[in-house]
């Protein structure tokens, strides 16, 4: 629950700072993603109703997920729909444009250092869609000793930050420090401490991170 209350209060942060800032949160399962805000039941934008919302969509779908008998099912994939996540955010990033022309930043958190090899390709088509928003994508991973290649990419070609907290009790000030500030402000700070990014393909067979790559070609005849 650290790394909850650490980005209910980045949340709280982000919508204190100016006034007319808006999230939208979506949360990414096992089964699919839901958009935690805005809803149906408050859709406006004070950080207490905001955090009191998502918190509480949170716990609801974790007592639903777990409990869903598909979840044990050895042929649904552990991992969560971080693909339909990003996909979520960047229509709805979208839809607002198209009412009126705003700046917007994405920010994905993942817990873990799963690969997301079998959502390499969707992830990485919607970096580039964002790129082509001008929306860049920040990524966090909490993680002890592995970094996430995909995430580093998705962050390098939209020009976002890739941070790795090894341990939940920095998640916070970490957030405060390098993900808060905006795209000119970020300018003038120290850049976060960082591994080279990892620019090596996840293989579409194997689900593995591959250093070369062999294409076979089939040949054909046309009869016309």
């Not at 979840?71 to 709805?92: Q, V």
């Not at 817990?111 to 966090?140: M, R, W």
């Not at 990014?197 to 591959?210: E, G, I």
Request: aromatic fraction near 4%; charged fraction near 20%.
């Amino acid at each position: 629950m650290k790394a909850l209350d650490a980005t209910l209060t980045f949340i709280s942060s982000y919508l204190l700072m100016t006034h007319g800032n808006k999230v939208v949160v979506v949360g990414a399962h096992p089964l699919g993603a839901e958009i935690l805000h805005p809803s149906d039941t408050y859709s406006g934008n004070t950080a207490s109703m905001v955090n009191r919302q998502i918190e509480a969509r949170v716990n609801e779908l974790c007592r639903g997920v777990l409990l869903d008998e598909t979840i044990a099912d050895s042929r649904t994939s552990p991992a969560s729909r971080f693909n339909n996540a990003l996909s979520k955010a960047l229509c709805c990033i979208n839809r607002m444009r198209s009412e009126k022309d705003l700046p917007a930043r994405l920010m994905v958190m993942k817990c873990g250092g799963d690969f997301l090899s079998h959502q390499y390709l969707p992830l990485i088509n919607c970096a580039y869609a964002a790129e082509h928003l001008k929306v860049s994508i920040d990524t966090v991973v909490l993680e002890a000793e592995t970094d996430v290649p995909v995430l580093q990419q998705m962050s390098d070609v939209t020009g976002g930050v890739y941070s790795r907290i090894s341990e939940p009790a920095i998640l916070l000030q970490t957030l405060l420090t390098y993900h808060l500030p905006d795209d000119d402000a970020r300018k003038m700070l120290s850049k976060v401490p960082a591994t080279p990014v990892d620019s090596r393909a996840v293989c579409f067979k194997t689900r593995a991170v591959t250093d070369i790559g062999n294409f076979d070609m089939i040949r054909s005849k046309v009869i016309l």
